[in-house]
T-cell receptor, first 113, second 110 residues
Framework: NAGVTQTPKFQVLKTGQSMTLQCAQD?????MYWYRQDPGMGLRLIYY???????DKGEVPNGYNVSRLNKREFSLRLESAAPSQTSVYFC????????????FGDGTRLSIL | LAKTTQPISMDSYEGQEVNITCSHN???????ITWYQQFPSQGPRFIIQ???TKVTNEVASLFIPADRKSSTLSLPRVSLSDTAVYYC???????????FGAGTRLFVKA
């Protein structure tokens, strides 16, 4: 029962470096999401993909790009990392629209120096 | 999107029932109410979801009054392992822009 798998679990980058966070789900879900969570805060939506082949901006998309590679995989790319992007990144998936429960991965802890 | 308001933190003791109330005054007709639990260093986990009246599962109960402007998550007989952050969300039916607030930090003491 893998559910939602994120890689890597931890990463340290230098300012200006690029990085792709990977996410895969094995629940045959249509929708996938990327969130960031800063210390002591709730989750903020970066991008989402309603279905394979579509992506849309969430609340905080600046500095990120996404790719819905296929139905299973949804990646998040930082083209030029900045210290303000230091955060924990969570990927989630759900079967349908925003009222459907989301299933989350365990997160990627990203530090940018 | 309906905004939610929850208490920032709550304390309880083992064995007690805990009720966490969430306000969502601008909830839309088709919106559902969903609660998640998050432990440190983990992603949020779905607890319960409802539309109106009462919903119960093996983990919790969710009470929703007729006007649906608030909801209450009830955790029966909490244990130390229930120490976590609890988020109340109102579903954006037809859309995907889920909003997580700051949540309620529940601390269960022995």
């Amino acid at each position: 029962n893998a559910g939602v798998t994120q890689t890597p679990k931890f990463q340290v980058l230098k300012t200006g470096q690029s990085m792709t966070l990977q996410c895969a789900q094995d629940m045959n879900h249509n929708s996938m999401y990327w969130y960031r969570q800063d210390p002591g805060m709730g989750l903020r939506l970066i991008y989402y993909s309603a279905s394979e082949g579509t992506t849309d901006k969430g609340e905080v998309p600046n500095g990120y790009n996404v790719s819905r590679l296929n139905k299973r995989e949804f990646s998040l790319r930082l083209e030029s990392a900045a210290p303000s992007q230091t955060s924990v990144y969570f990927c989630a998936s759900s079967s349908g629209t925003g009222d459907q429960p989301q299933h989350f991965g365990d997160g990627t802890r990203l530090s940018i120096l | 999107l309906a905004k939610t308001t929850q208490p920032i933190s709550m304390d309880s003791y083992e064995g007690q029932e805990v009720n966490i109330t969430c306000s969502h005054n601008n909830i839309a007709t088709n919106d559902y109410i969903t609660w998640y639990q998050q432990f440190p260093s983990q992603g949020p986990r779905f607890i319960i979801q409802g539309y109106k009246t009462k919903v119960t599962n093996e983990v919790a109960s969710l009470f929703i009054p007729a006007d649906r402007k608030s909801s209450t998550l009830s955790l029966p007989r909490v244990s130390l392992s229930d120490t976590a952050v609890y988020y109340c969300l109102v579903g954006d039916t037809g859309g995907f822009k889920t909003i997580f607030g700051a949540g309620t930090r529940l601390f269960v003491k022995a």
